[in-house]
């Protein structure tokens, strides 16, 4: 890796990417295909080579929250099938044809707008049906389940939508209280009751899936085709209740001592004074900040590794720097490895570890790595490629 990048980089390590699929294909069962969750850049990992690798791993379906997410993979290449969770314009029909990408269909005025279009343009736009079983966002209601079969079979006549799918979302299969099961079940029976009485209607799908991440450790797939694995995918679990497969944690966050200096007692550090030095100290500045995706929250509070050992957080974290207290770790220099997520000796942080005290959830923390932080894609312990978001042409 060329020093350029040894600033402020991840790592994404493909073998564990590889791993944690095989282990999620081997927990499934083999009529259930997995869909590859890639939205968010893949969880802040890449999309172009996440979904790459994945596919050379066998996954033949993704999943993206948006029409530019499902173009930028297309462009980069990704072959397989690719569903829109959310909402596309209706105007971009003729995009969606054209590059064989399949939108969630979740009201009926937005089918109907949709249709209209493609009816225009003389096409027809691959579908999957969302049901709103207890989310609460968008799809179609459940209840009462005739009507809302009768609603839904009158958008599959639609001559423009070729309705291939019917999803739903968990709410709280990541919970595990007994009201979050019940719900959990309340929701997968409320979507049987929309498919029975739509096969009673004459009116079948080739992909039936509600399982997302939790639902794959926690709940039965055994009556769906797909199940769409999101941050398992990522080697994290979706809840603190152990999986029942192993995981690896595919990102690594890496940064770089820029300066080391010797602070006396009583000297100020970082914006607003919030921390004052008790006692005569050597700190170092590290080139990483919240505009990096790394949380102001854990100003005063967060932790990095140095040569094996735990530096702490002084001072508020800035755009682009903050602070570490280096005082009682020898010979930290200039240049020094400045490990920000991973493992450095018998020390290790998570995305669990910053996420507690920032009282948010490891998803969010992964999706904010920034795009001027260089992803640095490893397999075998050798770097097959750098993505530079900033430097790219």
Not at 197 to 209: E, K, Q, V
Not at 324 to 332: E, N, R
Request: charged share 20%.
């Amino acid at each position: 890796m060329k020093d350029f990048y040894k600033r402020t980089w991840a790592v994404v390590d493909l073998d564990a990417l590889q791993f944690n699929y095989a282990q999620i294909r081997a927990h499934l069962p083999s009529s259930v295909s997995v869909m590859a969750v890639v939205k968010a850049d893949a969880y802040g990992h890449g999309d172009r080579m996440v979904a790459q690798t994945l596919y050379d791993a066998g996954v033949r379906s993704f999943a993206v929250s948006n029409i530019n997410e499902a173009l930028n993979l297309r462009r980069h290449g990704i072959n397989g099938k690719i569903l829109i969770l959310g909402y596309t314009p209706p105007e971009a029909a003729m995009e969606l044809v054209e590059n064989r990408i399949s939108q969630a269909v979740f009201s009926a005025e937005y089918a109907l707008a949709l249709n209209e279009v493609c009816q225009e343009k003389q096409v027809r736009v691959n579908c999957h049906i969302k049901l709103d079983t207890g989310m609460s966002r968008i799809g179609f209601c459940t209840e009462p389940t005739e009507s809302a079969a009768d609603a839904i079979a009158r958008i599959c006549c639609l001559p423009g939508l070729n309705c291939c799918g019917l999803f739903s979302h968990f709410s709280s299969a990541d919970a595990h209280d007994d009201s979050s099961d019940a719900y959990t079940k309340l929701q997968t029976e409320r979507f049987n009751a929309i498919r029975e009485a739509l096969l009673t209607r004459g009116i079948r799908f080739d992909s039936y899936h509600l399982q997302n991440s939790a639902g794959i450790a926690f709940c039965s797939s055994e009556s769906f085709d797909l199940a769409r694995a999101g941050i398992v995918l990522y080697g994290y679990a979706p809840s603190h209740e152990p999986l029942p497969f192993a995981l690896r944690p595919v990102m690594s966050l890496y940064s770089t001592v820029s300066m080391v200096k010797e602070i006396p007692a009583s000297t100020a550090v970082s914006y607003n004074r919030t921390f004052v030095s008790s006692r005569p100290m050597r700190v170092a500045t590290v080139p990483i900040g919240y505009a990096d995706g790394y949380p102001r929250l854990l100003s005063n509070k967060g932790s990095m590794l140095i040569r094996g050992k735990r530096a702490p957080i002084i001072g508020n974290i800035c755009m682009d720097q903050l602070v570490l207290d280096v005082t009682d770790i020898p010979d930290v220099q200039m240049g020094d490895t400045v490990t920000v997520v991973g493992r450095d000796g018998l020390e290790a942080i998570s995305f669990d570890d910053l996420a507690q005290p920032c009282q948010t959830i490891h998803y969010e923390l992964m999706c904010l790595i920034g795009r001027r932080v260089p992803r640095v894609y490893q397999s075998h312990g050798e770097t097959r490629t750098v993505i530079d978001y900033l430097t790219e042409t």
